[in-house]
């Protein structure tokens, strides 16, 4: 499978689609999901074009991979999650419940 530039993800990075923005930096956008599932539902993807989680940890280079996990952080703190219960999880493939094929996290807490 190669990357679609048109995925949902892609076209709300390039600004076509809007947003409601939760956090962002230079290596991720967070934002709230369309569909919540919890209480609290963040999506949180990187802002380089990775199809799923496997594609991120065998292609992003270290660094980015590092950055990208410490922005994760940073969202649970600034969400006040840090001591309160929360899910972080993601889907691989199809056949694990992906969606949308740019790889992202679902960050969700019912707290």
Known sequence: MTYDDE???????????????????????????????????????????????TDFLENADPEYQSSFWYSVNKIIKKLNLTDKGFQLKSHKGKDGGQEVFHFHLHLLSNT
């Open 7 to 53: 995925n949902i993800f892609a076209k709300i990075l390039k600004g076509d689609i809007p947003c409601e923005s939760v956090f962002e930096d230079e290596h991720v956008l967070s934002f709230k999901d369309i569909n919540p599932q919890a209480k609290l539902h963040i999506l949180i993807i990187p802002k380089k074009k990775f199809i799923d989680i």
